[in-house]
């Protein structure tokens, strides 16, 4: 029997009409560099895809340079998932954005239905100008919560429109408004592939260019020697204390096999895997807004490895 | 050539001339209804006196129906109430679990061996007590072949162990919500949402592209439209891509088929301006049978399912408020487009707070682009208030209310959605028609049995299954409710100047019946035969259909 596939690793974009969903997609494409990115968005409306992105397309399918490709899935999710479980190649990883409306932890939900995929994360996008007043809206108001609620990272986008003190009250109510997700701030969803969907976070993200038109971010590779219990690790690193956006790396175990571990801002994921143990022990950390603590990280590990 | 046709009694619903013995028809169209001398008057003239001892009425009109209740008639019928198949066959309601499991397993018998699907569909467990329907109960049927039962609300499946297997869905570490698990880690069997249930439609012949209307299911439709008296359906809620209209223009188009479709086109998979352009384009390929280019919008869900949009103070046993399925601004932008264009808008809205949003969006929209006479419709409508209704008048909107739906989910909107008070108020079409709201009834058949009479039979006299009235004040006469299955159904449409009553000019749409329904009278209302219908002139008998 042949090996099982390979897991397809699933971001569902949420948030509000108008937040940037489309834009960030659109900026991820552009940062794919031979990652094949799937998307699935809800309707092609207009111009779901960057004109000059797109290689041809037709009712149903945009195919993307690169190997991308964007489909919509109108009502039925799980027949697009279904057929792009069957390209092949396979995508590295889907992108699902998400209606206004819609509730994005039951599209990620829904993903896991098929043994194939695996939820990576949910990143909920606000306008930062109006996401306040959304939030407050009779009709809008429990939606937007709980979209606000369900998200790992929240992008707090557009805040080149908000004046300081204006911006600084939207921050302080979207933490009082979210149950511990990370908030990144951007102007237009510029942020960093890696930073968001964890490919290509083996190399420190200094090495990625561009920095001028992304969130600031900082990275730092966490040692973790001696074996350690992965579970307890990645919720102590997905504790709000640290405000990692992300963690990504290998550890060994108490019973010395090899897990594979990561953090999408407060979600924590630890998968037992075949890395070697030579490779284990490294964990890449990333945070936005500012210094990462890395002495409370590092005494941290020293704590669960003793 | 004209056709004179004598009856024993013409309720033409045209209150210049209510009550007729003769109608005349030229050309599929009603020359005029009257006197034999008055019609005579036209000139050249046959009588045919094969109505001679029946009672014509308008042609019915559904104006919340869906053709895919035709297709439901592929799989075996699993409900608890009795119900006639296009065929005319009256399918036994199944009291027990096992009673279904034996109606399967005839089901089995009948087909060759092998592994192909058993479907079954209208399972409604709330008739059978706490039990739930499991995947080992449906194993009992068959092992072999995958089985699966979709309930009357159509968001739920009950399959077997072979349809999980199939699915893809056998395996421990599922974490959903709408697949609920045993003890043993594993799906239990039944499947909730559309997400959970699209998995495993395909493998028991209950996929949604089979079950949304092809041209055979489109034909059964065609049939109990005509048993039932209905001459003009609506198709409410149709995705219409390309080779569904095809398939609509071939079947609609040919000489027998007896019912003239109304298709909305729902918004679903395209932005709102789209949506406008598309039913733009779609009106321009209207048909004599075949009407295209109104536009469906869903506001909110269902009540019973607890997904429709609540005010305050939200659901009687404490259930979340319900979800949206479309935004604001979409329905603001699609109003906008339509009133523009001039294209018919109905919104499903069940819970009022849905409703709200409606009355808020759509007013900003007419206020921008303000169409005299749009008739855009309230669709279901069911927990609409008295000062809502005065504003449904004030916006000049419409209101298609869901009668039937006391009859089968009643007791549970009393006991359980929303409580006695509201539950009694639930679709008021007395307040409805008070305030001056034009009103039509509906079966949103396959969730309930398509039957016009049925349906008034329901405001007439608001029971409940354990027979409890719901809302004495609700209630409207026999007189009401049918100018509600025929006039006010076709005001909605925009098609009261073609259809719904028997006067000069109008097409010959006639539903043909064996007995009067003011005779037969409020209680008896439902049980109304019918022996045929005419449609633009052409004789339709049930007995040959």
């Given amino acids: 029997m042949a090996d099982a596939p390979a897991p397809i690793p699933v971001t569902v974009i949420g948030g509000y009409l108008g937040a940037g969903k489309t834009t960030l997609v659109n900026s991820l494409l552009r940062q794919a560099d031979g990652l094949r990115l799937a998307v699935l968005v809800n309707e092609f409306g207009e111009l779901p895809i960057d004109a000059d992105l797109i290689e041809s397309r037709d009712e149903n399918v945009i195919n993307i340079a690169g190997g991308c490709v964007c489909c919509s899935y109108g009502s039925d999710l799980i027949e697009a998932l279904k057929t792009l479980e069957t390209l092949d190649p396979a995508p590295d990883h889907l992108l699902i954005e998400a209606s206004g409306v819609a509730l994005p932890d039951a599209i990620a939900q829904s993903t896991t239905l098929i043994a194939r995929y695996t939820v990576d994360g949910i990143v909920v996008l606000v306008d930062a100008e109006s996401v306040r007043g959304h939030g407050s809206d009779k009709y809008l108001a429990d939606t937007i919560a709980h979209q606000l609620e369900v998200a790992d990272i929240i992008l707090l986008n557009k805040t080149d429109l908000l004046a300081s003190d204006l911006l600084g009250q939207t921050r302080e109510w979207l933490h009082a408004n979210c149950a511990g997700a990370r908030i990144v701030e951007t102007e237009k969803a510029n942020v960093r592939l890696p930073t968001l969907l964890g490919a290509r976070l083996e190399a420190p993200l200094s090495d990625v260019g561009h920095n001028h038109v992304h969130a600031q971010h900082e990275s730092f590779v966490l040692s973790v020697e001696g074996p350690v219990d992965p579970h307890t690790l990645t919720k102590r690193l997905s504790d709000a204390s640290f405000d990692l956006i992300r963690t990504k790396g290998f550890v060994t175990g108490m019973d010395g096999c090899s897990y594979a571990v990561q953090t999408v801002g407060r979600r924590a994921s630890v998968v037992a895997t075949s890395q070697s143990a030579r490779d284990t022990g490294r964990i890449v950390c990333i945070r936005s807004g500012g210094p990462i603590d890395r002495s409370a990280l590092e005494a941290m590990a020293s704590e669960l490895t003793d | ?545």
């Fill in chain 2, 1 to 545: 050539m004209t056709v004179i046709y004598p009856a024993r009694r013409i309720i033409t619903m045209n209150p210049s001339n209510p009550d007729a013995r003769h109608v005349a028809v030229r050309d599929g169209r009603i020359i005029g209804a009257g006197s034999l001398e008055d019609l005579a008057g036209w000139g050249d003239h046959t009588i045919d006196d094969r109505f001679a001892d029946k009672v014509l009425m308008p042609g019915l009109v559904e104006g919340h129906s869906h053709a895919h209740e035709g297709s439901c008639w592929r799989a075996v019928y699993c409900g608890y109430f009795d119900r006639m198949d296009p065929n005319g066959t009256v399918w036994p309601g199944l009291d027990s679990f096992d009673a279904i499991f034996d109606r399967l397993r005839e089901q089995d018998a009948a087909m060759e061996p092998g592994d192909d699907p058993i479907s079954g569909w209208s399972l409604d467990p709330i008739y059978y007590g706490d039990a739930r329907m499991s995947r080992a109960d449906l194993d009992g049927v068959s092992t072999v072949r995958p089985i699966g039962i979709r309930h009357a609300s159509g968001h739920i499946m009950n399959v077997n162990t072979k349809a999980l297997e199939l699915a893809g869905l056998l395996r421990e570490g599922i974490n959903h919500p709408g697949v609920p698990l045993g003890d043993d880690g594993l799906p239990t069997g039944e499947l909730k949402g559309p997400d959970a249930m699209e998995l495993a439609a395909s493998h028991v012949g209950l996929d949604r592209k089979v079950m949304s209307a092809d041209a055979w299911g489109l034909r059964q439709f065609g049939r109990l439209c005509v048993r039932q008296g209905v001459t003009t359906a609506t198709d409410l809620a149709n995705p219409l891509p390309p080779e569904a209209v095809d398939m609509m223009l071939e079947v609609t188009g040919a000489s027998d088929f007896p019912v003239c479709m109304v298709s909305l086109r729902r918004f679903q998979g395209v932005t709102p301006k789209e949506l406008v352009e598309r039913c733009v384009e779609l009106r321009a390929m209207s048909t004599e049978r075949l009407r295209l280019g109104r536009v469906k919008i869903h506001a909110d869900g269902s009540i019973q399912g607890f997904t429709a949009r609540l005010r305050w103070p939200g659901y009687y046993n404490g259930a979340p408020n319900g979800l949206w399925y479309a935004t604001p601004e979409q329905m603001q932008e699609i109003y906008e487009g339509a009133l523009e264009h001039d294209l018919l808008v109905h919104t499903h809205t069940n819970g009022d707070e849905a409703i709200e949003m409606m009355l808020d969006t759509f007013e900003r929209a007419v206020h921008k682009v303000p169409r005299p006479d749009h008739r855009y419709t309230l669709q279901h409508c069911q927990l609409a208030d008295t000062a809502q209704f005065r504003r449904m008048k004030k916006l000049g909107l419409c209101v298609n209310l869901f009668a039937n739906h006391h009859f089968y989910w009643g007791d549970q909107h009393y006991e359980k959605t929303v409580g006695p008070e509201r539950a009694n108020r639930m679709n008021a079409c007395a307040t409805a028609l008070r305030e001056g709201v034009p009103l039509a009834i509906h079966s949103d058949a396959p969730v309930t049995p398509l039957g016009p009479f049925f349906t008034a039979w329901c405001a007439v006299n608001r029971l409940t299954p354990s027979g409890r009235t719901l809302g004495e004040a609700e209630k409207i006469s026999v007189a009401e409710a049918l100018h509600t299955i025929t006039l006010g159904a076709a005001y909605t449409l925009k098609m009261d100047d073609e259809v719904g009553s028997i006067e000069t000019g109008k097409r010959a749409d006639f539903a043909v019946l064996e007995d009067d329904p003011y005779e037969i009278g409020a209680a008896n209302l439902k049980d109304v035969r019918v022996w045929g219908t005419v449609q633009a002139g052409r004789v339709f008998a049930v007995e040959d259909i």
